[in-house]
């Protein structure tokens, strides 16, 4: 029992808005009546395509993790250190069913839904995914299981994750443009996994709902829904530079080597769904229309960015450039006019870009 | 009288419609100049304007050649600035800062490593900065303003935050910067400023020698 309220209650009282939200896209975004059809339909999705049914193996994979951190985590508060001398008596069976079932009522939710899966993969007689979501499951709870154990017989050691990133510390130097990224990766992970989870999304619907022949044009309206997803990691970017990287300016960099670096992110940063979008229309379409996507998408951004230079640009007055951005391209998509889209893009940020960027100044300054 | 190292003509900067600098003519030449003045006086904007910080109307020159329009890359290399209350990306370590700045100002006057041993980082030198303490961030963003070989540093607050084992070895590294290589320094303090040193302050919106 104390450790229900240690663990299971705290994990559910602390996530309530993760769950009340999840709640929603399930069940509040569809007609009542419509509920059962709709996740019949879900998951025959994912358990007829592979490609899918790896994307929803890879957020129950990010769920277990945020699952297995809260346990760390807790395990390593300073409240909770009693816990090693309790908890970390236990020997044998009875230490890994303690283990196993803690992880299992957090782990519960996945584990209802792809029971689910499964007996509907079982029903449309999709065996192998069956298999596969059973074998993912048995996984995902056994796993974490190590990490508890050596947790508790090691307390106060650092892990091996803090030990890989102290050693990659000493030789690797972060490069300017990967500064974000980081940023992104280290402290903004939900916005990341959330836009680029939709973003995937996207680009497996747009693919599959295309049909047999390839079209560029329906490839591009698909992608372009995936730029406007990315539109608030682009936003606060600036926000992050104004409160982090007041230092930039004061490099000696020229202004080209500047917006170089920029791009250089904005690559990185489309890296899984340039990945995912070449491997789905490889075949078919042609390297210049792969050329095109990428080039696009990095344009898109960084003019985005770029018009983040001017001053006095709140969200508003962001998001307003940005479907003003999105609609002009669709036009221009629909009209087979890409690369003028992309040249217009570049030009303008390029110049936006070296006529704001001694001048601007971020709004957070303030008099000494 | 030697030729200036750093010269301010009609410098102004307004936030909105206040004029927080009016300066019309500011000339320094070589040597250790400390800046003062009360709170809210507006000596922190004075030095990131002269960093190139933030954007003033205006020029700024270094040895009356390098401007800070014309060109602002040229005087960045030439004008380098420590912030009073440094703040950087917590997940960066202190030789991801080090490596960038020397990267992007060159190799310095002194050897790195011997100035972080100097100052007594090397230890803590490949640790997040997240887990530094306030003065252990000063030493990192002080040591980050001694990278390349700047003619002007600016040193903003370079006393607050910093032990008083730390204290004389910054006096050290600047007379010996000033001294051995004619690096031109210019400090905000609210403490008492070394004796032989040229003030300056600020009156009203310019700036004055006293």
């Excluded at chain 1, 929603?24 to 509920?35: K, M, T």
């Excluded at chain 1, 508060?77 to 069976?93: D, M, P, R, V, W």
Aim: charged share 15%; hydrophobic share 50%; proline share 4%.
């Amino acid at each position: 029992m104390a450790l229900s309220k240690i663990f299971t209650l705290r994990y559910y009282a602390q996530n309530t808005g993760f769950f009340l939200l999840l709640f929603y896209f399930f069940f509040g975004i569809v007609p009542g009546g419509q509920i059962l059809s709709y996740h019949y339909t879900l998951i025959k999705g994912f358990t007829g395509s592979l490609d899918f049914l790896a994307l929803v193996c890879f957020i129950w994979l990010l769920y277990n993790l945020k699952c297995m951190m809260f346990i760390l985590n807790a395990l390593s508060a300073k409240e909770h250190l009693f816990l090693y001398g309790t908890i970390g008596l236990l020997e044998g069976s009875r230490k890994w069913k303690t283990w196993y079932w803690l992880h299992l009522t957090l782990y519960t939710p996945v584990l209802v839904y792809s029971g689910l899966a499964v007996l509907v993969a079982l029903k449309l007689q999709f065996y192998p995914q069956a298999v596969i979501i059973l074998l993912f499951n048995v996984l995902m709870t056994i796993f974490p299981l190590w990490f508890y154990d050596r947790k508790v017989k090691h307390p106060g050691t650092t892990s091996f994750l803090a030990r890989w990133q102290h050693r990659v510390n000493k030789t690797f130097r972060k490069p300017l443009w990967l500064i974000y990224i980081y940023e992104l990766l280290n402290n903004n992970i939900k916005t990341l996994a959330i836009s680029k989870g939709a973003s995937l999304l996207v680009i497996i619907l747009t693919c599959s709902l295309m049909g047999g022949e390839y079209d560029e044009r329906y490839i591009l309206t698909g992608f372009l829904v995936c730029l406007l997803l990315q539109s608030l990691i682009v936003y606060n970017h600036r926000h992050f530079d104004d409160l982090y990287l007041s230092l930039l300016p004061q490099l000696p960099l020229a202004l080209w080597k500047r917006y170089l670096q920029m791009g250089l992110t904005y690559l990185l940063l489309l890296a899984p769904e340039y990945i995912l979008l070449i491997y789905r229309i490889m075949p078919a379409a042609a390297p210049l229309h792969l050329l095109l996507i990428v080039v696009l998408g990095v344009s898109v951004l960084m003019l985005l960015r770029s018009l983040l230079y001017f001053p006095g640009i709140d969200q508003d007055k962001y998001f307003r450039w940005l479907l003003l951005i999105i609609v002009g391209l669709l036009f221009l998509t629909l009209a087979r006019l890409y690369w003028y889209g992309v040249l217009v893009m570049q030009l303008s940020a390029y110049a936006v870009f070296l006529s704001r960027y001694y001048r601007y100044e971020a709004p957070l300054e303030k008099v000494d | 009288m030697a030729a200036p190292v750093l010269t301010l003509h009609h410098v102004q900067k307004a936030y909105q419609e206040r004029v927080i600098l009016d300066i019309t003519q500011l000339e320094l030449e070589p040597g250790v100049y400390w800046l003062l003045g009360p709170n809210g006086a507006g000596k922190t904007t004075s030095m990131k304007v002269m960093a190139g910080l933030i954007p003033f109307q205006g020029e700024i020159k270094v040895d009356n050649s390098v401007s800070s329009r014309q060109s602002p890359v040229q005087y960045r290399r030439l004008v380098n600035y420590a912030e009073a209350e440094p703040l950087y990306p917590g997940f960066l370590t202190g030789s991801d800062l080090i490596s960038l700045y020397i990267k992007t100002k060159g190799e310095g006057y002194r050897d790195m490593g011997s100035m972080m041993k100097f100052m007594g980082i090397e230890s803590y030198v490949h640790q997040p900065v997240s887990s530094y303490s306030s003065g252990m961030l000063k030493k990192l963003s002080l040591l980050l303003a001694f990278t390349g070989k700047p003619r002007v540093i600016l040193l903003d607050e370079p006393l607050i935050t910093l032990d008083t084992q730390s204290v004389p070895l910054l006096y050290t590294l600047v007379e010996e910067f000033h001294q051995q290589y004619g690096v031109t320094f210019c400090i905000t303090s609210h403490q008492a400023v070394t004796a032989g040193s040229i003030q300056l302050e600020v009156q009203g919106t310019t700036i004055v020698k006293r």
